[in-house]
């Protein structure tokens, strides 16, 4: 089966906002990756923002997408929903009980991304490549620097943390790419419309302020890259 990267609805949402989603498409074509959005990020990203006027066009740029099979929903990869949406439960519950502080566990993701963690685990089961697109930094802390997390929470809530270890290394599975690493993957294809390495810096650093969670020092080394 093709490599398949599963989206959060916070890296379409970077994509939209910075005005990339062109991009996004020309990415798909260039390449033999499938692109895969779970029910729950679907509604976070498409269906309740339809709703909502001040978000109506960004979600109907990405249903689009949806529409035009840019983006699939998990039933192409022969997927059970009621696997995920069990799976997601289990993942939600175990993520929001694996910090430990102030006198309650701490509440770290949400469905969306849980979904996206739980087909990741369910392809992972079947040994079939993926990676995790998201921009949002906490699921992915919580997956590669626990440590880090653990002390940012520290100094938020002036309050002394437990992690718990055997959860914690539950998420080391997951494999993660963000909106910059994904733009730079296009303009390496030539599908970036603006050419040149200073729109390249252009719109990562676009991306960051409509949301990704990147640094001055990463999008550098990025830049670096050539």
Do not use: W
């Not at 494999?175 to 390495?197: D, H, P, W």
């Amino acid at each position: 089966m093709n490599p398949i990267i599963i989206f959060d609805a916070s890296t379409l949402i970077s994509f939209s906002m910075a005005g990339l989603l062109p991009e996004l498409r020309g990415l798909k074509e260039k390449s033999n990756v499938k692109f895969i959005i779970s029910e729950a990020v679907k509604k976070e990203a498409i269906d309740t923002p339809l709703k909502i006027k001040r978000f109506q066009l960004e979600a109907l740029k990405i249903k689009e997408l949806l529409d035009d099979k840019v983006l699939e929903l998990p039933i192409v990869l022969g997927l059970d929903d009621k696997l995920i949406k069990t799976k997601t439960q289990e993942i939600l519950d175990m993520a929001n009980t694996t910090i430990y502080g102030a006198d309650k566990d701490i509440h770290l993701i949400d469905l969306g991304e849980s979904s996206a963690l739980a087909i990741s685990q369910i392809l992972n089961d079947k040994k079939i490549d993926n990676v995790i697109a998201i921009d949002e930094r906490t699921t992915r802390s919580l997956a590669e620097t626990p440590n880090e997390l653990k002390k940012y929470l520290e100094g938020k809530l002036h309050s002394k943390m437990t992690v718990k270890q055997e959860k914690v290394d539950f998420f080391k599975q997951f494999k993660f790419i963000r909106s910059v690493e994904l733009i730079y993957v296009a303009y390496k294809k030539g599908v970036l419309r603006l050419k040149g390495s200073e729109n390249l810096s252009a719109v990562l650093y676009a991306l960051k302020y409509k949301g990704c969670a990147v640094s001055g020092k990463e999008i550098q080394e990025i830049r670096n890259l050539g």
